[in-house]
């Protein structure tokens, strides 16, 4: 055994270097973490923090689902089942999909994938993921104790005047973390503006970046119109003033225009992170270009800004004037368009590639094949007579749900197996991986396609009772959502051990392009050691493909024993060469 | 805004780890602070659709209504906020050419103008609150409503019932009598009326905090003020203040009945 002292910065290791010190273990106090100001620690904080809200969301969902496997359900009062759905909704929206990918993988990706040391504003970054908790925590309160039966759309005059829960608090916690969603956006904007590398012009961005900032004008837009309307239904409640109540001449169809104005827009919040993750890894896996580099990043544009023109959509059947209704009803059918252009140029980029099938492949191809069912059933529900049979009914949520479940949380876990290394510096088991993402799959289609059939043949959503011959479609959907519910668990699982025992991670175990793969995994904190000039786009893989071809290039490099600086001290485990430590200096 | 005006020594030292170059950064803080301002401009949006949805439909019972706001307190407050516009933007420019004591006399007179603006508003409020305009269960009106019923306003040619009892809150309003849906019509502008210009002294308390932290920053010379940049962000904070009230002051106190 031999050991060589701690040197900061990086040591060389046979023709590459890999810097032991590294944005995990450069400190390891409490108040390291939770007072830093670095985009990849406060990542992994706000990773851990919509985990753990994901799990209540699930809890929540797993609750739905025994209610609904029995027409006339007896495991929990009907009032507790109106609780249940919203804490789901409530949770999942607002505290797990809106913040998932750009507050996780965003935020750890975005400086280092355009060549900065950090975002604009780290501590404004820090300050968001605090909102982010406090809101979090007095949501979670006011759902442990007491709940809130609203839905997750609080429409008025329910939610103001009618409904006796804790419909205060967990608005104002909602309200706090759309402050910090709002700081999220803002620093993006800011960074993705200002803190380019050199070289790295707006059309060499990876597709990645672009999503990020097609999804940060949408938070800077959208996020302001719904808290403030959410603040008056606090006010109404608190302070008894009256805006949307009908008792007093107020309009609740207000509340809702204002509401969607926020939420449908949020959909492509949701969605949008999930689509630049998609790009990234099937141009990878395929070894080439994207097809179209410029009109999916434009397609991401165009999808912000109409996007905010097709809220009333969600409005055909509150007495909306039928012209605007076909206005909104045209609209939503024209964002199908770039929606499209994506799915098209994704499967051109597969379409005569150098395949490599792994696990963010596979979840990435899940994403392609759901959120297309997703999209198009959204059509259904655009066109305006359609729309009046399948408005409020299941059709409406397995229509979200293949977007928001199997686009946006597939991409997410996309997204969080491709850069899974980069993170932690560890891989995960590649067989359980691919595994999970067949369980998922299977599981996903399970659950929420039998509630497309629900839906039109016109059960209701948001029902605790059911006509008893819907039951076989719930009791497959049921049955479905455990086995998601396996899916899930599995990743679970294994990324947690992977941090102990997994394999040690190179710097580019996928070969893919990208600054984030050219620096060692886990990244250190400032990132990058010298500014990178970029001179290429971004999915130049033909070199990378010919090395392949010729051999020359290995993706999965040799795993280097990790060296760990808990101590100053460290030993690394060569017995036989006794020549090693000198080779790594 | 030329960077020659600061003093040549201090610029490197305040260049965060995250920045290349100091321009760099100083574009960075007036991108995020003008893309705050956009927030906040949607944040005040929604408030300003609601009082013209309203008073599209509510036309009369929206100007009877906004007889009741006194427009002269409204007109001094304007004066008050431009006046304070004009010193923010003149202590702005004294920073940059390092003019300390102008600077902090600047300052000191652009809080004391938003002292000053929330002093007015608070004999606007007590005088509504006299009156029983906020609303709620107490909400009141006394004055005569219009002789001449619009189209859609069911106004009678009568005193409105005066403080009629209002229904309680988690009930269903026992009848639509029209006096009452005139009452309630009053009240809903008072509510926009009072939700609008309560966010809008939230935000000058906002400026006064912040205006003064950067003033007794100034006065005990901290490093953090050395640079004219954190003076340039508050100023335009306190514009954004200032035009929000501009937009704010004809659309609540001027506009009558089209």
């Known amino acids: 055994m031999s050991s060589i002292p701690l040197n900061p910065g990086a040591i060389g290791t046979g023709?590459?270097?890999?810097?032991r010190e590294n944005y995990l273990n450069i400190k390891h106090t409490v108040s390291s973490w939770l007072l830093t100001a670095d985009h990849k620690r406060i990542a992994v904080l706000y990773m851990i923090s919509i985990s753990v809200m994901f799990l209540f969301g699930g809890v929540a969902a797993a609750g739905i689902r025994i209610a609904l496997v029995r027409p006339h359900d007896t495991f929990f009062s009907s009032e507790t089942y109106n609780k249940l759905f919203s804490a789901h909704g409530i949770i999942m929206v607002f505290f797990f999909l809106v913040p998932s990918i750009p507050a996780t993988l965003g935020n750890f990706l975005l400086p280092i994938?355009?060549?900065?040391r950090d975002l604009a504003f780290p501590r404004l970054n820090l300050l968001s993921w605090y909102l982010y908790m406090f809101g979090a925590v007095l949501v979670m309160g006011a759902i442990m104790f007491g709940g809130i039966d609203t839905g997750w759309t609080f429409y008025e005059p329910y939610s103001s005047v009618y409904s006796n829960t804790n419909v205060v608090a967990v608005i104002v916690g909602v309200f706090i973390a759309g402050f910090s969603s709002i700081a999220t956006g803002?620093?993006?904007?800011v960074t993705v503006h200002k803190m380019r590398a050199p070289g790295l012009t707006w059309f060499r961005l990876p597709l990645f970046v672009w999503a990020m900032y097609a999804t940060s004008i949408i938070i800077v837009l959208g996020t302001p119109v719904v808290a403030i309307t959410l603040l008056m239904v606090v006010l109404e409640r608190v302070f008894g003033v009256c805006v949307f109540n009908p008792a007093c001449g107020g309009d609740p169809i207000l509340f809702e225009h204002l509401f969607w104005f926020y939420s449908h827009p949020a959909v492509y919040i949701m969605i949008l992170p999930s689509m630049g993750i998609i790009s990234e890894v099937i141009a990878c896996f395929a070894r080439k270009r994207i097809f179209g580099y410029e009109f999916v990043a434009f397609s991401s544009m165009a999808i912000a800004l109409l996007g905010f023109l097709v809220w009333g959509h969600h409005m055909f059947v509150t007495g909306e004037s039928m012209y605007s209704g076909m206005v909104f009803s045209l609209i939503t059918f024209l964002i199908a368009v770039p929606s499209a252009i994506?799915?098209?140029?994704?499967s051109a980029t597969l379409y005569k590639g150098n395949v490599w099938l792994t696990s963010p492949l596979i979840f990435a191809i899940g994403f392609i094949l759901l959120f297309t069912i997703g999209g198009l059933t959204g059509l259904f529900l655009a066109s305006l007579a359609v729309d009046v049979h399948l408005?409020?009914?299941?059709?409406?949520?397995?229509?979200?749900?293949?977007?928001?479940?199997g686009g946006a949380i597939f991409g997410y876990?996309?997204?969080l197996h491709f850069w899974w290394p980069k993170i932690t510096g560890r891989m995960y088991p590649e067989g359980w991986a691919m595994l999970s993402a067949f369980i998922m799959f299977i599981g996903f289609n399970l659950t929420f396609f039998p509630q497309f059939i629900l839906g039109f043949d016109g059960m209701p959503r948001r029902y605790h009772f059911y006509p008893p011959e819907f039951q076989m479609w719930n009791i497959l959907s049921s049955a479905g959502s455990s086995v998601l519910a396996v899916g899930m668990v599995i990743p679970g699982i294994y990324f947690l051990w992977s941090l102990k025992y997994g394999a040690f991670a190179p710097n580019n175990p996928w070969g893919a392009k990208g600054l984030e793969w050219t620096i060692q995994s886990p990244p250190p904190s400032h990132n990058f050691d010298t500014v990178p000039i970029v001179t290429e786009d971004a999915y130049a893989y033909e070199a990378i493909y010919a090395a392949e071809l010729a051999g020359d290039y290995s993706h999965v490099e040799a795993p280097i024993p990790y060296l760990s600086t808990t101590d100053?001290?460290?030993?690394?485990?060569?017995?036989?060469?006794?020549?090693?430590?000198?080779?790594?200096? | 805004m030329s960077l020659e005006l600061q003093h040549p020594a201090v610029a490197p030292q305040r260049l965060s780890h995250q920045f290349e170059q100091i321009d760099q950064q100083n574009d960075s803080y007036i991108v995020g602070m003008w893309t705050f301002l956009v927030t906040e401009i949607m944040f005040f949006g929604a408030l300003f659709v609601a009082l013209t949805v309203y008073r599209s439909v509510y036309p009369d019972a929206f100007e009877q209504a906004h007889n009741a706001l006194n427009v002269w307190l409204g007109l001094t407050n304007t004066f008050i906020l431009l006046t304070s516009s004009f010193t923010a933007a003149m202590a702005v420019r004294s920073k940059m050419l390092g003019q300390r004591a102008l600077t902090l006399v600047f300052l000191g007179f652009t809080i004391l103008c938003a002292f000053g603006f929330l002093g007015v508003k608070y004999v606007e409020y007590s005088a509504e609150f006299r009156e029983h305009h906020f609303p709620g269960p107490n909400f009141q009106w006394s004055q005569t409503v219009s002789s001449a019923p619009a189209q859609g306003d069911l106004a009678a040619n009568s005193q409105v019932a005066l403080g009629a009892p209002k229904v309680g809150v988690n009930e269903f309003p026992a009848s639509y009598q029209p006096q009452q849906l005139e009452l309630h019509k009053r009240e809903l502008f008072f509510s926009l009326y009072f939700v609008m210009t309560g966010l809008h002294a939230f935000h000058v308390i906002i400026g006064i905090c912040t205006l003064s932290t950067l003033w007794l920053l100034i006065y005990f010379k901290h490093p953090v003020v050395d640079d004219y940049m954190p003076v340039e962000l508050a100023g335009l904070y306190w514009h954004f203040v200032d035009i929000v009230w501009i937009f704010l002051y004809p659309l609540v106190y001027l506009i009558g009945k089209q």
């Open chain 1, 15 to 19: 023709g590459r270097t890999r810097a």
């Open chain 1, 391 to 405: 408005n409020m009914t299941y059709f409406v949520v397995a229509h979200f749900h293949y977007v928001m479940v």
């Open chain 1, 413 to 415: 876990m996309a997204g």
């Open chain 1, 186 to 189: 803002i620093n993006f904007l």
């Open chain 1, 568 to 585: 100053k001290q460290v030993s690394v485990e060569s017995p036989a060469s006794p020549n090693s430590s000198e080779e790594r200096k």
């Open chain 1, 342 to 346: 994506k799915v098209f140029n994704w």
């Open chain 1, 113 to 116: 994938m355009i060549g900065a």
